[in-house]
């Protein structure tokens, strides 16, 4: 049992869903297996997923708007004991609509 993040469908590809299961934290969340994580795809209503990650560098950030301004916020727990680990890579999700 591990950290994932995942992404997966729903909708008949219209929904796109972003998953982070946290983990290695006894008292707070042990984690997945492989198999574990498919079914919470599915319970949330996935028809596709996939595992991007296993591990601690699972992080969420969101933009979170504060007074007219947006800041990024991390919205699980990562396992490191530091909190977010650097990472060569990310999956960004960004809205080109006009505000």
Known sequence: RHPRTLVATAAAGRRLMLITIDGRQPGYSAGATLRESARVALDLGA??????????????????QD???????????????????PVGNALAVVSSCPR
């Open 67 to 85: 007074s007219g301004r947006y800041r990024h916020v991390v919205v699980n727990k990562p396992s490191d004991p530091q909190g977010e680990r």
């Open 47 to 64: 028809t596709d997923a996939i595992n991007l990650d296993g591990g601690g560098s699972t992080t969420m950030v969101v933009a979170r």
